[in-house]
């Protein structure tokens, strides 16, 4: 065994004997113990001198090497590798797609933390298996779990939580979990997160655009009821909810169609890009105003729909990621309501 390396496990400690290995070898490189490139022994040898299982020891060079603690050299054993994760914070960050909005909230999360943290990425594409396969691999290997979310039924439908997906988050120390976009999951842990309100969000922003929607007869809701990347059924429950306070007639459509009847005075909700760039170019190509003729208000704010003058109703990104940064960097973890706007241009 190294010399340098001195590894003594508490029997009565309730911390799994493979965390122990993991944070003595940590703490001795943080020490200077151990330096860079220095051998440690191998799996059998700490085994046998500490009276472990191999499986055991097994489990803690693994999640060592996951967090690039370790490396592991064929023919010659293992050897510290960098050392500057060591004093970092080590994030796991989960997203359950590749979007403009979601890179927002994981950018915004990175420059908080700055040099303070070490974030890795991960992508679901709203896949149940993909969730639970991917974060059963990465348990225990991180300070933090920030994780975003939303599932897909095989009806393509919205879901917040899955069995197999609850069942994998409930693993996840509650200090150590923050949940962002999506708190409808019923865990048992007093975890953080950073969230939206999607039903009362929608309503909400839609009061604030109330006078300039008056001048229209008609608004209608352009929900995608079977996306790939599916949305909460909660936006249309408060864009029902709006309609009904005040008594706006009101129709709720899947997509933007080709060749559109577009009536005037008819001002249109729309949560996906491909649709708000087909309604403009039909109202272009059919001479109506829009502003004016037809309205449109785009769900989620981006830098084209604000240079193109889109009013939008928006979570705000940037606010998400800080307050989730925010968390982890003051190891505070609490349950915020994320701010969602309405943004006034020139399309309502």
Request: aromatic content about 10%.
């Amino acid at each position: 065994m190294s010399q340098s390396i001195e590894i003594k496990i508490n029997e009565s400690s309730r911390i799994p004997k493979y965390k122990q290995i993991v944070d003595l070898i940590i703490g001795d490189i943080s020490k200077g113990k151990l330096k860079i490139g220095e051998k440690i022994p191998s799996i059998n040898e700490l085994s046998e001198s500490c009276y472990l299982s191999r499986d055991t020891v097994e489990k803690a060079y693994n999640q060592l090497k996951e967090q690039k603690v370790i490396i592991s050299v064929k023919g010659k054993g293992y050897y510290t590798a960098k050392t500057d994760l060591i004093s970092k914070i080590n994030v796991f960050f989960m997203i359950n797609k590749l979007s403009s909005y979601k890179m927002m909230i994981y950018n915004s999360f990175v420059n908080s933390m700055g040099i303070n943290g070490h974030v890795t990425l991960a992508i679901y594409h709203c896949e149940e298996s993909i969730f639970t396969r991917t974060l059963e691999r990465h348990l225990g290997a991180f300070d933090y779990y920030v994780i975003m979310p939303h599932f897909k039924a095989e009806n393509l439908e919205h879901q917040s939580i899955t069995q197999a997906s609850h069942t994998i988050l409930e693993k996840i120390p509650n200090d150590k979990l923050i949940i962002l976009d999506n708190d409808r999951l019923e865990l048992k842990a007093n975890y953080g997160a950073v969230y939206q309100d999607f039903q009362e969000d929608i309503y909400n922003a839609l009061k604030k655009a109330l006078k300039k929607l008056e001048k229209y007869d008609k608004l209608v809701l352009v929900y995608p009821v079977k996306s790939v990347y599916p949305y909460p059924r909660r936006i249309v429950h408060g864009f029902r909810k709006f309609c009904s306070k005040y008594k706006f007639d009101f129709e709720i459509l899947n997509e933007i169609y080709d060749d559109m009847e577009l009536d005037s005075k008819d001002a249109y909700v729309i949560i996906e890009e491909n649709d708000l760039v087909n309604l403009v170019r039909q109202v272009r190509q059919k001479k109506r105003i829009l502003g004016q003729d037809i309205g449109i208000i785009s769900y989620n704010d981006t830098p084209l729909k604000d240079l193109l003058g889109i009013t939008v109703i928006s979570t705000h990104f940037k606010a998400m990621g800080e307050t989730a940064a925010s968390m982890v960097l003051n190891n505070k973890l609490e349950k915020v309501k994320n701010i969602f706007e309405y943004i006034e241009r020139h399309s309502v």
